[in-house]
């Protein structure tokens, strides 16, 4: 699995208050500065594009909590086993207990 920016990552959770970004799909995840935009960030058969042309989620990241835009390739199921398989990844560990939503709508447990 790819998995770039989680350094980036965990030095903003360890500030009170932080937001970040992320692209992901069952390949990997980048995670990013809020500087930056999603469509610019691509890793491994991971790309996210506007109008859903691309193969991947786009994520707001701040503590505690992940809020993912939709996108219509990817149903709620299909979101949430994604998002198991990314954080079972040991160095994302931190993450397991995050809130997560889709839509704004929360997902069951990922």
């Keep these: 699995m790819y998995l770039t920016g989680v350094e980036f990552l965990k030095t903003l959770n360890e500030q009170a208050g932080f937001s970040a970004k992320m692209v992901f799909n069952e390949s990997g995840a980048l995670f990013f500065s809020v500087n930056l935009q999603h469509r610019d960030q691509k890793g491994p058969q991971i790309s996210y594009e506007g109008d859903y042309a691309g193969n991947a989620l ?17 149903s709620d199921a299909r979101v949430t086993e994604v998002l198991r398989t990314i954080l079972a990844e040991p160095k994302l560990a931190f993450m397991r207990d995050w809130r997560v939503t889709y839509q704004g709508r929360r997902l069951g447990s990922v």
């Design 58 to 74: 786009a994520a707001m990241l701040a503590p505690g909590w992940i809020e993912i835009r939709y996108h219509k390739d990817f």
